[in-house]
């Protein structure tokens, strides 16, 4: 089955910097990506997705890139503000198949 | 709109005891899945309803939890005989679609004693 393989597992940033979060998928038969970002407490809510068909997708300071070939995915945060700090979680499904995700990268925006 | 929600918001139990958990999906979302989520680890799908498809059970984790799902609403997820390390917080979600995105409920925090 699928497996997605996620990194770092923290990630610490100064305010206003950038941040990445790779994501790697077993199976290439998968087709969507999306992140969600989980805050202390909270349910996970989905930030951003991506589908096979496209290679890039952004959303104002967030931005997802997919590289078919190499079965990776990235989430990248620009200009970070201490209200990004939380927990992401990458995951892929393919069809009609429920999501497999990553471990997750607890993300601190130090101001 | 309402989105997903569950009940309880927490249970606390003990060791050897059943306890049922209930998801109400967004009306009209075909799909629902649980997940289970340990302290500080990530999302580990336990089963998925589709329609009137037979479910994917196979994330379960033993012959011990098991799940219903009334038509494409309620759904609950039952923990026979529980044990110390059943202790997690339950997520359920629903889709319009399988393929569509999944909102989550808040949780179920389960406590085994």
């Known amino acids: 089955g699928e497996n997605v393989e996620q990194h770092p597992s923290t990630l610490s940033v100064q305010e206003g910097d950038s941040a990445v979060i790779k994501c790697t998928y077993s199976?290439?038969?998968?087709?969507?990506f999306p992140w969600y970002k989980q805050e202390l407490g909270k349910r996970p809510q989905l930030i951003i997705d991506?589908?096979?068909?496209?290679g890039e997708k952004k959303d104002q300071r967030i931005a997802v890139t997919l590289n078919k070939t190499a079965k990776h995915f990235s989430l990248h945060i620009t200009e970070t503000q201490p209200e990004d700090s939380a927990v992401y979680f990458c995951a892929a499904s393919k069809g009609n198949t429920p999501l497999v995700f990553g471990k997750g990268t607890r993300l601190s925006v130090i101001a | 709109g309402a989105g997903v929600s569950q009940s309880p918001s927490n249970k606390v139990t003990e060791k050897g005891k059943d306890v049922e958990l209930r998801c109400d999906p967004i009306s009209g979302h075909t799909a629902l899945y649980w997940y289970r989520q340990r302290l500080g680890q990530g999302l580990e799908f336990l089963i998925y309803f589709q329609g009137n498809s037979a479910p994917d059970k196979s994330g379960l984790p033993s012959d011990r939890f098991s799940a219903e799902r009334t038509g494409e609403s309620v759904s609950t997820l039952t923990i026979q005989r529980t044990q110390q390390e059943d202790s997690a917080v339950y997520l359920c979600a629903s889709s319009f679609e399988s393929r569509g995105e999944q909102f989550f409920g808040p949780g179920t925090r389960l406590t085994v004693l």
């Open positions: 991506i589908r096979s068909n496209v």
């Open positions: 199976d290439s038969a998968s087709n969507y």
